[in-house]
Every structure is written in C-alpha cells, then in structure tokens.
C-alpha cells in the first residue's frame, strides 16, 4: 500500500499565490500527534512471527558453542538461525561492487568482529519468547585481544576518506608559510565515537510468497534497499517491494539496508511466515554505523594584518577491521577560508569496531569543530576579535578549488547574527564577563558550512479531469517535513491550490527519489517533481493550443500560464480555461508527465555550491565547579531558496542542537579490556535536553543561488551542527580562559 498525504487541517496562513516559501504545518503532522502514524514495527501481518538476535559480547573471536537445543526447548520458540542453517545468499555479504556497498553480517561464519556482531536469530511466537530463547543460547566463545582507540593499531593512509575524496590534498607551500608568519598556532584536538540513536531503532517486517517480498522498514533509499536486497537474494529488485512511510529520524544510519533487517528477511524464508525483528537500543551500537573518533592536529600561520599565510590540518581516524570508511575531518578546511597554502591529510587505523559510517555532517561536524577552535585561537594569538579575523579571512571563492560561492552570503550571516547577539559588546580577553550570580559568562561564534549536494530522482505527475493533481515519488521524510515541502513544490508546478494536490510516497513501487541524505533530498526530489509538473503542464498545452476550439489556440509560440488550475496565455492573460475544459474537451480522465533531477555536471564544473552560516553561543560556567550551560544561541544561515520557512527553521534547530551535543554531551566510552559500549543506551549517552538549550534563535538570510539547481535549493538539515560546536567551544575558552582540546569538553578539563 501506499500513503497518499493530505492536509488534515488548514493552513495556519493566507496563500497568496504560491505554495513555495509558506510556512505550512506539516501534512502528517496530525497523524503523528494522534498516534495514526503506522512507523515499521507497526504491522502485523496475518501469521507473524517474533525474532531477536543473539548477539555477541566479545570484541574479536569466534563463538565456539551456542546450546540451540536449550533455546529451541522454550515453548514459544519456533526456530533458531545460525550459520549452518542460514538460508543461502545469491552473493557474498563481505562482497563489493560499489562505493555506497557496505560488507554485512549475516552468519556467514563463527567470527566474531565486533561487539554486538549478531551470532544467531531466534523465532518465536512471542517476543518475550525469542528473548528468552536468545538468553538461553549461553555462547561460550575463543576470545583474542581487542584493539580499541585511536593509537588502537598501525597507522595507515587510506586510498580515500568519505566517498572517493583523496586522503591528502595540497595547495601552496605549508610549510614556507608557516616560516613567514609573524604569529603561528599549532593546537590538537580529540573528538569521541558518536552513535545516531534515532528514536526509532532498525526494524523489519518480512514476508515471502514465492519470490516476492513484502518489506516494512525504515529506509533513507527505497531504490538502493531494494537493489541491495535483491542482489543478495538473487530476485529482480521489482519483485522487492519495501514501504517506508515514517522514520522516526536516521541521521544517515538508515541510508544502506543493515545486516540486521537482512537477517529479519532471512528469518522469514526459513521459517516460511511474516517476521518481525526490531534492534534494541543497545543493539544499535554496531551493526548499523557510526561516527569515528578523530585526533585533528591543526597548524596556521598569520602575516602582521592577520591574515592566514599556511592552514595545515591532519586528521586520524578509525574503521573497522574488515571494511572502508573514514570520517573525512580534515576536509572541512578546504572551503571556509582563504590562505595561499593549504594542506589536508588523513591517517586511520583499523580496530574491532561495527564500520563506522555516515552520521549527519560527516567530517563537516567533526572537522569543523577543530577548526573553528583553531581559528579561533589564531585570532585571539593576532589580538583580532574572531569575527572580525574571519571576515578578514573568509574565502571569496572556494580556497582548493578557486571556484566561484557565494561568499557575499556568508558575510551577511555573520553580520545579521552578529547584530542580533550584541557581539560588538564582547570583550577580547577571557574572564572578564559575570552574571548577577557569579557565573563565568563567555561569548563565542562559529562559521557554519555544508556542501549544497544533489543526487539523482524521478517524480511522476498526473492531472485529473476533475481539477485536481497527483505527484509520485518514492521520497523518504525522517521527521524533518519533506513531504509538506514536497508537496508545495508540486502545488506550484502543477499550478494547482496544495489542497487540490494528493502526495505520494515511502514506498519503493514509486519513482526513485533518490536518497535522503548529505541534506540533498529537497534539492534531489524536488527537481524531480518540479520537471515532472512542468512536463504534465507542456502536455496539457499541447492539447490546448494546438485545437482550434481552445481560447488557447495558437498561443504555441507566446506561451502559456499555469496558476489556479488554469492555463492563460502568456501576452493576454483574459484568454484561458480550466485543466478540466481541457481534458473534457480532449475526452481524457487524466493526463501525466515524468520528471528527472540530477546535478547540472557543466555547473558542478564551474562552480563551488555551499550552504553558509554563522553561529553565536552564550555559555554560563560555574566557577567552583565548573559545571557549563549554553544559555543563548544565535545563528543565521544561507542556504538558497527556502521552500517553507517553518520547517527550515526547525531544522536549523535541531542542528543548532546537535552542535551543543557535540560539544558537551555526546560520547560514546568503550571499555579498553572488552571493546565494548560501556554506555549503549539512552540513560548513560548523553544529548541534551530541553534545560540544556533554553534559548535557541535561527535567522534565515536571503540567498539567490542560481547554480545550484532551477529551484535555488540547498540543504538545511546538517549545516546547523558545523557552527554551533565550535561557538560553544569557544564560549567556553572566552568564559574560562582554558582552550577546550577534546570533546565533549568534561569538567575535569576546566578544573585541571
């Protein structure tokens, strides 16, 4: 089935003409507030069954026993599934023929590579009974030493870190100038592994008949899920039908189809009935990515005007012993600021970890947190206030590339936000700012960045005889309102009221919208459906202006308008008639159009496409014991054309958000002796909650970037965690005078 959305209230506005740039409430927002919402683990097919993983507790081994017959004597349990019983796969999981394939884990031997690496499944009629069957499993295992941490291996040079980047770029000689700087910094900065924790765990609900596959679960990539489960399975990926109607948030673990939900399918054709299995949160900390670690060295030089003379930046992260990717941290010094020597380098080493993956911003949230803290104590090391060394410094066009951004936008975020904070009462030095109780106030900024991406989609559009309008794509919406956005971009292409148009989506029998990551999906989709509109309403005025009985007729060469369901000609707007004169008159219930996005590759040749921004941050710390709050945050943010203000801003607070998490929160501790999670769950890593965040302020600047696509569109979702953690961080040197160098900044750091 598929979901097809309407608005379930009205606007909370007055249109006036377009659709594009309200800010509409969300159109499942009613839904999800009622509880209507039906997310993955949500059905219940006729005959399901129940199964849970096994999973392992050891870091680097083999399982040398499990006591299956234990498990399968529990009244409830149906079966157990273990690498001799495993049903087969058409390919190999460790196989590769692409940069987005990840190696899986499904059984295929008695290795263990990590903790949590799932070492069987149980089915059950119940779930308490395939819990308590994976209990009575009682592995016994051959255990060998866990490498943990970043100096956890050798080092190497990876051939590429995120997706193809080379490891190690230049650009000018660092080195020579480093040595004719009048001031130079070097400084080194630490940052912890991260774990997505989506309020929705991974979940599948499977279910055979023949070779047809019936899948509920939460995916960012219809199309490439089903590619990749059909591929495993050896059956034509039309016979894979996945519906992903909600996710409750992914952050880019829910990108690539996990070993888990293949498990889930996996389960379904043994036992020959519906299964569902569902990760428990502390499940989640392995199996389905994470954020790496990093130790970033950063090293810059200064000529006496402040301006930067050499920028050098290495980073070394980790993976996993059996896969490829590396968080690309250092790269975030490749677009911000201008210096005639720039030099970016990478190392990893390879430790008994799940592989680490994309997680929201990756390298961008984790580079630039080293980043801006180095920028920031350049300027401190010129005696320059930070934002005015910055607008000193800001590149005008992109620093390795020399292609043309737009910069002008960038200097305005850090003007308007500048303003709103009150920045200019600042002083210089550290501790010297107290509230009325005594506490350290400090004030510090950060600029915000993020590629402006876009992928490839499709979008299919129908207009009906009754007036009204259809678009199809098979988009993902995590929670962050793409499908409210979606659909105004279909209203205005359609040139139809947004109540006059159906929506419909997450469910991979729809046009391929692509995936909803590297905040491209608006741009990505949107394009789609845009075309898709504007190839429905070329149609429509083909039939109009080519008979003779349209008021329309021969207005081929002047044009037409489509608004309010109807077409007008272009030079004499009194001329026109109704979608629905037209259809009648042409004896069709409806007409269609199809519609592509992709990137414009002579564009992406010529020009730099960023997202910018500037944050400000306000913190509070207690001078005993030095226990820190962030009591203000202000942030203004370009980003092209804003589609619904509303939902915009709500994603730049969340970002916003994360940055504070980054910053002071956010953790994930790993027991040296075992490898494993010490705090796999909700209660011991710590984000933050409403008390941690009183005041957030998100200001939406201006932006007409016609490179980027037709519609002006950039991504908003990740920029907000780029600037934030370093303005914290930086507040908290301004409050306290001691330079925070790892993170999260812990009270021990300030006290020391």
């Not at 299919?460 to 988009?475: F, I, P």
Request: charged share 20%; glycine share 12%.
């Amino acid at each position: 089935m598929t979901l097809e959305l309407s608005l379930n209230q009205q606007p909370a506005h007055t249109r006036q003409g377009s659709s594009i740039g309200q800010p509409l409430t969300r159109r499942d927002g009613f839904l999800k507030v009622t509880g209507a919402a039906r997310y993955a683990a949500d059905n219940h097919p006729p005959g399901m069954l129940y199964a849970v993983l096994a999973v392992s507790s050891i870091a680097r081994g083999r399982v040398v026993s499990l006591d299956i017959e234990a498990a399968k004597a529990h009244s409830g349990v149906v079966e157990v599934m273990t690498p001799l019983n495993r049903p087969a796969l058409a390919v190999d999981p460790d196989a590769k023929d692409h940069p987005f394939m990840f190696r899986l884990d499904l059984l295929q031997n008695d290795g263990v590579r990590y903790p949590n690496q799932s070492i069987a499944v149980v089915i059950a009629e119940t779930l308490e009974a395939a819990t308590e069957g994976a209990a009575l499993l009682s592995p016994r295992y051959e255990t060998l030493p866990a490498r943990v941490g970043l100096d956890g291996g050798k080092s190497f040079v990876p051939r590429g870190v995120g997706v193809g980047n080379p490891a190690v770029q230049e650009k000018g000689d660092v080195e020579a100038g480093l040595e004719s700087a009048r001031t130079r910094i070097e400084a080194a900065y630490e940052t912890p592994a991260q774990y997505h924790n989506a309020m929705e765990p991974h979940a599948i609900v499977a279910a055979w008949d023949g070779d047809q596959l019936s899948i509920d679960t939460p995916s960012q990539g219809l199309a490439m899920a089903q590619g990749r489960i059909a591929g495993l399975f050896g059956i034509a990926p039309r016979n894979v039908h996945i519906r992903s109607p909600f996710l409750g948030g992914g952050f880019g673990s829910k990108g690539m189809i996990s070993g888990p939900q293949v498990l889930g399918i996996l389960a379904a054709r043994l036992v020959g009935r519906p299964v569902k299995l569902v990760l428990r949160r502390e499940q989640m900390y392995g199996p389905v990515g994470h954020r790496a670690p990093t130790r970033q060295t950063l090293r810059m030089g200064m000529d006496g005007e402040g301006r930067l003379t050499a920028l050098s930046h290495h980073a070394r992260t980790t993976s996993s012993t059996f896969d490829d990717f590396f968080e690309p941290a250092a790269d975030a010094s490749h677009t911000l600021y201008a210096s005639p020597a720039i030099a970016t380098s990478h190392d990893a080493v390879r430790l008994d970890t799940g592989t680490p993956l994309f997680m929201r911003a990756p390298g961008e949230a984790t580079g630039s947190i080293a980043l801006e803290s180095a920028i920031d104590e350049a300027a401190h090391a010129c005696g320059m206030d930070p934002l005015e060394f910055r607008l000193r410094n800001y590149a005008e066009v992109e620093p390795m590339t020399g292609k043309p951004f737009s910069s002008k936008a960038l200097r305005e975020c850090y003007e308007q936000a500048a303003e709103v904070f009150g920045w200019a009462s600042r002083p210089l030095q550290p501790r010297r700012m107290r509230d009325a109780d005594g506490f350290l106030t400090g004030w510090g900024m950060g600029t915000a960045t993020f590629p402006a991406l876009m992928f490839q989609a499709e979008a299919r559009a129908v207009l009906r005889a009754d007036g009204s309008g259809l678009m199809e794509t098979g988009a993902q919406d995590m929670g962050q309102g793409a499908w409210t956005a979606f659909a105004q971009i279909a209203a205005d292409g359609l040139g139809l009221d947004i109540d006059q148009v159906d929506f419909r989506a997450g469910s991979s029998d729809l046009p391929n919208a692509g995936i909803a990551g590297g905040s491209g999906h608006t741009a990505t989709a949107g394009m789609a459906i845009h075309n898709a509109g504007a190839a429905v309403i070329a149609r429509l005025a083909d039939l109009a202006t080519g008979n003779e009985a349209s008021p329309l007729f021969g207005a081929g060469n002047e044009g037409v308008l489509a608004r309010g369901g109807r077409l007008y000609r272009r030079d004499d707007e009194s001329r026109g008639e109704s979608y629905s004169e037209i259809l009648a008159r042409a004896g069709l219930a409806e007409i269609e159009g199809h519609g592509k996005g992709a990137p414009d590759p002579a564009s992406q040749e010529t020009y730099a496409k960023h997202a910018h921004g500037a944050v400000f941050a306000e913190v509070k710390v207690d001078p005993d014991l030095g226990q820190i709050r962030v009591t203000r945050l202000v942030g203004a943010f370009a980003a092209g054309r804003v589609i619904n203000p509303r939902l915009v801003r709500s994603q730049y607070y969340g970002g916003m958000i994360w940055g504070v998490s980054f910053a002071l929160h956010e953790e994930a501790v790993t027991d040296r002796r075992s490898g494993r999670i010490q705090n796999a769950n909700l209660a011991e890593y710590h984000v933050p909650v409403n008390a941690d965040v009183p005041s957030v302020e998100a200001l939406l600047v201006h932006e007409d970037d016609p490179h980027v696509n037709a519609l002006g569109i950039k991504g908003v979702g990740e920029i907000g965690i780029t600037g934030t953690a370093g303005a914290v961080a930086n507040a908290v040197w301004h409050a306290t005078g001691v330079r925070p160098r790892r993170f999260p900044i812990r009270i021990e750091d300030l006290l020391g």
